[in-house]
């Protein structure tokens, strides 16, 4: 049987992984991502590891992956629904919006730039006004993102009449909210994942034509989701092993964290009580080059900084932040870089921990995988550190304590995921153990 091409078009690279049907990795390459045709990149990989792009499973978060804005109709169940929505969609909240919008409430709304719009209010057979009063606003205004509707099922004749009536793309599910403390995100996060694959992804301005549309399979973060479901399983062989994984992926403008305690679906309830959903959260002020004062600034109030540290290492970042697409050559800029992503690892791992509560089994986590190009092209030396860095943390430390810790250097996580999504699940474990677990 014939390889497998697996592709991550992201904003700024291509990746490519070629991959046997048994598992084995045949070839990996990357191209510069090429809008505003990104075909162009992806032929250039696909040659280079000698993959047929016809075939190709894909993945992508170019064009800046998927933006999320909620609007509900109490703050704190709305912010959590949204939440919840968004983590294993593939989506990062850019916004929430609680109570019946008004004028300046729209125009806030308008300036997160949202790619889809989650609507939800009310509980079933609950109050309705809300929910009707925030449809008949979003239609009368001028947002023309794709709406997901997953409110108040009594209302939501209404309101999708009165949304489809201004000709816009609305997908009605179930509510995420059916009854008082019940969230139900799994049809929502299911009909988000559709609304960007048919709506957005066609309208970020990357091909000319429908194909690299048809060709997207899923949002990048969530085939890694579902990659790092799949090692949680693959690296839990025994009772001794904890099956809990963490990933941190430190990139140039966000960090991002996943964690994974089963390969149980996100929608099927779990037998094992205390442990939370596959997760992952993205960390926008944390980064290496957009967001290296962020990661200083978060460093310092979480005082994770050496006395004098902070004035030599805020410059640096703004340095790396005014030029993006500088590479450092110098040793010292090296450990620079290495710092600031020890810092943004830690940061992020910590803010991760906070919203699962701590929880990752009663052994923490079994493994710790590191992503990134910062981590990527470490060198040995520079990577115990890191390691030392993490290890040490006082908030970490109970959760790392029998982590392996492995670098994610071929980037399979998302075609490892890509993989388990064609049911060729057994091929994803084997690229999965033979590349992550050490």
């Not at 047929?52 to 909620?70: E, H, K, N, Q």
């Not at 089994?361 to 710790?368: D, I, M, N, Q, S």
Request: hydrophobic share 45%; proline share 5%; charged share 20%.
């Amino acid at each position: 049987m014939e390889p497998v091409l697996c592709l991550d078009v992201g904003s700024t690279w291509t990746k490519g992984a070629l991959i046997g049907q048994d598992g084995s990795l045949l070839g990996t390459a990357q191209h510069r991502t090429t809008p505003p045709e990104v075909m162009n990149g992806i032929a250039a990989v696909a040659a280079a590891v000698g993959g047929d792009p016809a075939t190709a499973l894909v993945c992508s978060s170019a064009g800046g992956g998927l933006r999320l804005a909620v609007v509900g109709q109490e703050r704190m169940v709305s912010a959590e629904a949204g939440y919840r929505v968004a983590l294993s969609a593939g989506a990062k909240v850019v916004h929430v919006a609680a109570g019946e919008l008004d004028g300046a409430g729209v125009r806030a709304l308008r300036e997160s730039r949202p790619d889809v719009l989650l609507l939800v209010g009310g509980t079933d057979g609950g109050e309705t006004r809300v929910l009707l009063h925030n449809a008949h606003r979003i239609a009368a205004n001028r947002l023309r993102c794709p709406v997901v509707l997953a409110g108040n099922v009594h209302a939501g004749q209404e309101a999708l009449a009165t949304l489809h009536a201004t000709k816009r793309t609305v997908v009605p599910t179930d509510n995420v909210l059916p009854d008082v403390g019940e969230l139900a995100p799994g049809p929502a996060r299911r009909a988000i994942r559709e609304v960007f694959l048919q709506h957005v992804i066609g309208g970020k301005g990357l091909s000319r034509g429908p194909r690299f549309r048809r060709m997207v399979r899923a949002v990048t973060p969530d085939a890694v989701l579902r990659g790092v479901s799949r090692l949680a399983a693959t690296s839990a062989t025994d009772e001794d092993s904890p099956g809990a994984v963490l990933v941190v992926d430190v990139g140039g403008a966000t960090s991002d964290v996943y964690s994974a305690v089963s390969t149980v679906d996100d929608d099927t309830p779990r037998r094992t009580v205390g442990l939370p959903a596959d997760r992952r959260t993205v960390e926008g002020d944390l980064g290496m080059r957009w967001s290296a004062p962020g990661v200083v600034a978060e460093a310092v109030a979480e005082r994770l900084l050496a006395d004098g540290e902070e004035g030599p290492l805020a410059e640096a970042a703004a340095f790396r932040a005014a030029d993006v697409g500088w590479i450092p050559e110098a040793a010292q800029d090296i450990a620079i870089d290495a710092r600031l992503a020890s810092l943004a690892a830690v940061v992020a791992l910590r803010r991760h921990l906070r919203l699962v509560e701590g929880r990752m089994g009663p052994k923490g986590a079994g493994l710790l995988v590191l992503s990134g190009g910062v981590f990527r092209h470490a060198s040995s030396s520079t990577l115990d550190i890191v390691r030392e860095v993490l290890a040490g943390d006082s908030v970490l430390r109970p959760i790392l304590r029998q982590a392996r810790v492995t670098v994610d250097t071929d980037y399979v996580l998302a075609p490892a995921g890509l993989l388990a999504d064609a049911a060729l699940t057994d091929a994803a474990d084997h690229l999965l153990r033979t590349r992550l677990i050490p």
